[in-house]
């Protein structure tokens, strides 16, 4: 499956951006969905994940409350609300793809370009 990551920009701290990751070539409905973020400097890691039913979902504890990962099966798209941005959310933000059924925090099979997010204090 193919990833197109989208949306990202710069925001204000307090403020909120919707990143949007669509996905071609293969059925979406079949792959869990995640959201990973890696800051300049620092490893890659897991931002949320959710599974194929779109009701299933896992946070790190570090944006739980503050952003909401969902998906459109019928779109092929998933999607990241990001409210309250803190500088510290400054990312390049990446949408991944992975054949199973359980929500896990790693082991992705497919992964798209990242989209920059900018929070400015």
């Known amino acids: 499956v193919q990833l197109q990551a989208s949306g990202g920009g710069l925001v204000q701290a307090g403020g909120s951006l919707r990143l949007s990751c669509a996905a071609s070539g293969r059925t979406f409905s079949n792959y869990a969905m995640g959201w990973f973020r890696q800051a300049p400097g620092k490893e890659r890691e897991f931002v949320a994940t959710?599974?194929?039913?779109?009701?299933?979902?896992l946070y790190a504890g570090s944006v739980k409350g503050r952003f909401t990962i969902s998906r459109d099966n019928a779109k092929n798209t998933l999607y990241l609300l990001m409210n309250s941005l803190k500088p510290e959310d400054t990312a390049v933000y990446y949408c991944a793809a992975r054949y199973g059924r359980t929500l896990s925090t790693n082991e992705y099979d497919y992964w798209g370009q990242g989209t920059q997010v900018t929070v400015s204090s």
């Open positions: 959710i599974l194929q039913n779109g009701v299933s979902t």
